[in-house]
């Protein structure tokens, strides 16, 4: 099996751990879309009733609405009882870099408002240690040529997210800028996490850290759940 094949292997599987009534927090990528696309094949086939999804992503909203899965506005919900999302570095402690698709803050947050969060991934998602991935952090515009100076002249090999044609730097639902982190090993991801979240204009970083309950891997020997 491929990658694609691994991810639509947990995609799949994932729905499983979706009950009715459920409100159903969805995250974003290419691995939370086969879980989008088997659920609205759930739901049109009424094996699952009255679910009510809240999103990460515009993405995933459109994905979502146009398969008849009802979508509603985070605060217009007063819980979330499973959030499934994918990831970008798991480590064997299962702390998380998310954020490759550049939809970190949102899904940190409806991670951090879900009563239970699983993670769906591809087995090359699973690493020792966290780094190799380059680590995203969300910056408000004003001031971030600065901001970017600090990060480079504290060793953490700074590039700007820029959008695929080159043309301009990508830019999140809340129109702020990407900054990704080269920084190829991370020792210590929750010294690292507080550095970064006290510096003046970084929003938020791509670092999940203590936010999983379990993780679905994607194998070629089938799905295999963590927990
Ligand atoms: C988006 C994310 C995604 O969950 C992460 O990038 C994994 O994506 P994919 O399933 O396409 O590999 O954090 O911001």
């Given amino acids: 099996m491929n990658q694609d094949e691994l991810k639509q292997q947990v995609g799949r599987e994932a729905v499983k751990y979706i009950r009715p009534g459920m409100v159903v927090g969805l995250g974003t990528g290419s691995t ?33 609405e146009s398969l008849g899965i009802k979508v509603e506005e985070i ?22 870099i998310k954020g490759g698709g550049g939809a970190l803050l949102w899904e940190k947050i409806v991670s951090n ?15 020792h240690h966290l780094g190799a991935f380059p680590l995203p ?14 990060l480079a002249r504290r060793g953490y090999n700074p590039t700007w997210r820029m959008l695929p044609d080159n043309s301009d730097k990508f830019r999140t639902h ?7 982190l080269h920084l190829e090993d991370i020792n210590d991801p929750f010294a690292l996490h507080e550095e970064l979240i006290g510096m003046v204009g970084l929003i938020e970083d791509g670092l999940f850290l203590n936010q999983v309950n379990d993780v679905l891997v994607g194998t070629q020997n089938g799905p295999k759940f963590l927990h």
Avoid at 50 to 63: A, G, H, K, L, P
Wanted: proline share 1%; net charge negative.
């Fill in 113 to 127: 408002y879900s009563d239970h969060v699983m993670w769906i991934v591809d087995e090359s998602k699973l690493v």
């Fill in 174 to 180: 809340q129109r702020n800028f990407i900054i990704d």
């Fill in 32 to 64: 939370v879309h086969c879980l989008v696309e088997a659920l609205g094949e759930h739901i049109k086939n009424g094996d699952l009733t009255d679910i009510v999804c809240v999103t990460t992503s515009n993405r995933t909203t459109r994905q979502a």
């Fill in 75 to 96: 605060d217009d919900v007063d819980h979330i009882d499973l959030t499934i999302d994918g990831a970008d570095e798991i480590s064997e402690d299962f702390q998380g």
């Fill in 137 to 150: 952090v969300e910056v408000t515009p004003y001031g971030s040529q600065h901001l970017f100076t600090k």
